[in-house]
């Protein structure tokens, strides 16, 4: 799963080396812990996919309105959509749609303003499928091998059931969708006001997944 260092000068590595630490804080947390060692629990997994929902819902149709722009045109794709899957997960785990935790509802407020009146709204937006979707599409992976055993035989008629969310189709797929990602942010300037405000804003996508993790709690 080790990607190739990303082009020198390219927004992908600014972001990857600027976000590094913040990348290691969230993996630390109690909860993202608790899932890696398969102690999270299905209620607990399901609370967090019932608040990504919320995030992917003020994301994702914000990000394909405007994906002919150049900062979104090579990253984004149809393909990367998630909402259905989380959709289709939360039915498997028999939830439905949840209140936003605090924390939830300040991410969808940022996004409804970043597509209000922020400057570089197009930036803003990548930097958040930046860390989400490239972020499914890497550690997620790792997550959804470790959950697929930790649920297996708790109720689920298969292993996957409620495990859709990290499923982008083959590994063929997948990495292709990855490959495209990290291709288009390989290709876009590392500096200016659009990639100063990419980096501000992937870094504030990883605070308030901090938040959001505190808030969720996670098993002793
Ligand atoms: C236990 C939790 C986690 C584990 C084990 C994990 C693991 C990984 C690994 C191994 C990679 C590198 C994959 C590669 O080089 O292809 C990666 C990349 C990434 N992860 Fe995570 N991750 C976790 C949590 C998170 C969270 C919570 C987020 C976002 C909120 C996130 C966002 C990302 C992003 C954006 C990348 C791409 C970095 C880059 O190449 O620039 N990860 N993760």
Excluded: C, K, N
């Amino acid at each position: 799963m080790a990607a190739s260092e990303p082009a020198a000068g390219s927004l992908a590595q600014r972001l990857r080396t600027q976000t590094a630490g913040a990348h290691r804080e969230a993996e630390r947390t109690p909860l993202m812990q608790a899932l890696i060692a398969g102690r999270a629990g299905r209620a607990l997994y399901g609370r967090l996919l019932q608040q990504l929902l919320l995030v992917y819902e003020a994301l994702e149709p914000r990000v394909a309105a405007r994906g002919q722009h150049p900062w979104l045109a090579g990253a984004w794709s149809p393909a990367l959509a998630r909402r259905q899957a989380l959709r289709a997960d939360l039915t498997a785990f028999g939830l439905g749609p949840a209140a936003p935790l605090p924390a939830t509802a300040a991410y969808v407020e940022r996004l409804a303003a970043i597509d209000g009146a922020s400057p570089q709204p197009h930036a803003r937006l990548l930097a958040h499928v930046y860390v989400r979707h490239l972020g499914d599409l890497s550690g997620g992976q790792i997550l959804q091998r470790v959950l697929a055993r930790a649920f297996a035989g708790h109720g689920s008629a298969t292993p996957a059931a409620g495990l859709s969310f990290y499923d982008f189709g083959s590994a063929e797929q997948r990495d292709a969708l990855a490959q495209r990602l990290r291709t288009a942010l390989a290709a876009l300037p590392a500096e200016g006001a659009e990639a100063d405000a990419a980096v501000d804003e992937a870094l504030w996508a990883f605070e308030q997944h901090l938040r959001l993790f505190d808030a969720l709690g996670a098993p002793a």
